[in-house]
């Protein structure tokens, strides 16, 4: 009976240890850009198309600016580097 509880508690470590430790498989970390498309004369430029570029991977996004002529690129994956 004895040998049954310590192999109970065992069981139940491994499976809180599991628990607590997959919680960083999922800590990503991710990055963002954000910016403001302005013409020559410093005034806005709406509905601009800006396209990111990976470098690394060749991966890109695009986005338009907005009215004020903001734009935002998130969740983007941090860059690999040698």
């Known amino acids: 009976m004895a040998a ?3 192999l109970g508690f065992s069981v ?3 499976l809180a ?3 607590l430790a997959s919680g960083s ?3 990503q970390f991710t990055g963002s850009i954000q910016g403001i498309v302005e013409d020559p004369s410093n005034a806005a ?11 690394a991977t060749g991966v ?3 986005t338009v600016s907005d009215a004020s002529g ?3 690129f998130v ?3 941090p860059a690999l580097t040698k």
Not at 45 to 55: D, M, Q, R
């Open 75 to 77: 969740s983007l994956a």
């Open 25 to 27: 498989i999922f800590a």
């Open 12 to 14: 139940a470590s491994l």
């Open 60 to 62: 890109t996004s695009s």
């Open 4 to 6: 049954r509880a310590k």
């Open 45 to 55: 430029v709406p509905g601009a198309k800006i396209t990111l570029v990976n470098a």
């Open 17 to 19: 240890f599991l628990l």
């Open 70 to 72: 903001n734009y935002r």
